[in-house]
């Protein structure tokens, strides 16, 4: 019989903590920590970007000058159809000036309404469409670029760019200096419009620029090495749809479903609910998420593995570390507990 294995990305789940900090908030977590007393740590050179993980995780690859293809994976998924033309991520961002530098703020932080995403796009439009761009706003804190002709790009990820000054991770490449200036004029447009006029008049935010990155065109296949995906998580279920994977929904007690899926073969579950907590440094929203998953699948997954239904367990915590737990064995029990700030990496 094939041991059942599950593996688990999750993003954030040593929290928004630095390595060893002994003034890091201790919620209950006994199963989770339990599980943790069993691991053993595995080599993660290539888990410290969940989202890269997981291109990578379906034979996904790139060099170091390009993006990973994320605009296009998730146009197929909240569009309909990528087809062949090249997409970017054009996210709406807040840009506050702190002394000398811009600091940018992520969509999760500006509360944006639907009609106020179409409006921007609509202005957008009607300025930038006969240079060969469309916008497109399917969500109110995703947004995608669509282009004639592909830029010579390099982006930097969203995630990592929360928080910090812009200057060092604007686009670079043969035309960063066009896209540098577009983005200046971007700017200047969405500071006049309307939208952020009422939204500056209500003391809130302006969504003031967009964040470009995850440029590509659709990849032509996927490897998948997994039998099916369970995940809210935007991009695994895009990936899971475009390499036609099943995906299942985490409905009811997880010791009923999940048994049945490990019978099917391996599985991938991506529990996101931690990264924006880990993202924007919120402990009280990062031990609430915490806690919540020690009721729905630590828990669970303990006892499952204690009863011998699961018998491997892969975990990766990005960008913390990465473990695999396997079947019980007796010696186990003899490893002192630790506390969670143990398992941050150094």
């Known amino acids: 019989m094939v041991p059942s294995q599950l593996t688990l990305l999750v993003p954030g789940l040593f929290g928004p903590f630095p390595a060893g900090n002994e003034m890091l908030p201790a919620p209950s977590l006994p199963a989770l920590l339990d599980l943790l007393r069993c691991a053993s740590p595995l080599q993660n050179d290539d888990a410290d970007d969940p989202d890269a993980w997981l291109c990578a995780r379906f034979g996904i690859s790139r060099d170091s000058e390009s993006d990973w293809p994320l605009a296009p994976l998730l146009v197929e998924l909240e569009l309909g159809e990528a087809g062949q033309d090249y997409w970017l991520r054009a996210d709406p961002v807040h840009l506050r000036a702190d002394r000398s530098h811009l600091v940018l703020f992520g969509p999760e932080a500006l509360a944006i309404r639907q009609e106020e995403a179409d409006a921007l796009a609509e202005g957008f439009n009607a300025l930038y469409q006969p240079d060969g761009l469309r916008l497109y706003t399917p969500t109110p804190n995703r947004w995608y670029l669509r282009l004639a002709q592909a830029p010579r790009l390099a982006n930097t990820p969203l995630p990592d760019v929360i928080g910090r000054d812009i200057d060092r991770h604007l686009p670079r490449g043969e035309d ?171």
């Open 176 to 346: 960063a200096g066009s896209w540098h200036a577009r983005l200046n004029e971007i700017q200047m447009l969405f500071h006049t419009h309307a939208v952020n006029e009422r939204r500056a008049e209500q003391g809130q935010p302006g969504i003031n620029s967009l964040w470009l990155w995850g440029g590509g065109r659709m990849p032509a296949s996927l490897q998948a090495q997994d039998a099916w995906v369970c995940s809210d998580d935007p991009l695994a279920r895009a990936l899971a749809r475009a390499a036609s994977v099943p995906l299942l929904e985490s409905d009811g007690d997880l010791q009923d479903w999940l048994p049945t899926a490990l019978n099917e073969g391996p599985g991938l579950v991506v529990l996101s609910g931690c990264r924006q907590a880990q993202q924007y440094g919120d402990t009280q929203e990062w031990s609430e998420r915490i806690q919540e998953l020690e009721r729905t699948w630590w828990a669970p997954l303990q006892a499952m593995r204690a009863q011998g239904r699961l018998q491997r367990l892969v975990l990766q915590a990005p960008p913390r570390a990465a473990y695999h737990i396997g079947a019980p064995r007796w010696w186990e029990r003899l490893r002192r507990p630790r506390a969670l700030r143990h398992y941050l990496a150094s």
